[in-house]
Structure formats: structure tokens, C-alpha cells
């Protein structure tokens, strides 16, 4: 099983990143599939799912109306787009694959959000 982020770097604030995850060795389409984030000193929180099925979302209230997260089950992948970005989002972001009892990690990218 891997999950192998992409995409974090350093933005000013008010700019935008787009996170990706590549997913492989597990059957992707039956996972929900999360975003996490650890910034330092702190514990790890969740920003946003989207589920296997439907593809109902959910976001931490943080970041309503400014992230979107999406998937793509024709090519095992799932996405964070990251719209006005604020210091406060500097964290470490983790790709994370659930289904009941059965988590994966990715390594994690970090992201950067200074002036």
C-alpha cells in the first residue's frame, strides 16, 4: 500500500496550493479517503473527507468555503485545492485511506504559508 503526497511548497498568504495524492495497492474506489493536517506542537486534525460511495464531503469548519477536496477513481488519485491560505494552515498535510477498522497513511507534504 502507498499513498504518496504532492504539491506543498511555500505561498504567500492569500494564495492557493493544490495537494495530490496517488494511491496504490488497495482497491481505492472502497475508501474514503481524508486530508490531515499537523502543524508543530499540535496534535493532527482533519480538514476534509470524501467518501467512497457518493462522494459526500465534509470539511473542518477552518477551512469552509476555502478548501475542496476531490477524487478521481479512474486514476486512484484524491486532491486538496487550497484558496486563500492563511498562516495558519502551515502544516504538515497527510493523505489518509479508511475503511472500517483498515487506515493508511501518506509520508506528508508540507506546506508553508508566510509572507
Known amino acids: 500500500v502507498q499513498l504518496v503526497e504532492s504539491g506543498g511548497g511555500l505561498v504567500q498568504p492569500g494564495g492557493s496550493l493544490r495537494l495530490s495524492c496517488a494511491a496504490s495497492g488497495f482497491t481505492f474506489s472502497n475508501y474514503d479517503m481524508n486530508w490531515y493536517r499537523q502543524a508543530p506542537g499540535k496534535e493532527r486534525e482533519l480538514v476534509a473527507t470524501?467518501?467512497?460511495?457518493?462522494?459526500?464531503?465534509h470539511y473542518a469548519n477552518f477551512v469552509k468555503g476555502r478548501f475542496t477536496i476531490s477524487r478521481d477513481n479512474a486514476k486512484n488519485t484524491v486532491n486538496l485545492q487550497m484558496n486563500n491560505l492563511k498562516p495558519e494552515d502551515t502544516a504538515v498535510y497527510y493523505c489518509?485511506?479508511?475503511?472500517?477498522?483498515?487506515?493508511?497513511w501518506g509520508q506528508g507534504t508540507q506546506v508553508t504559508v508566510s509572507s
Open positions: 470524501i467518501a467512497s460511495a457518493a462522494g459526500s464531503t
Open positions: 489518509n485511506a479508511r475503511r472500517e477498522t483498515r487506515w493508511y
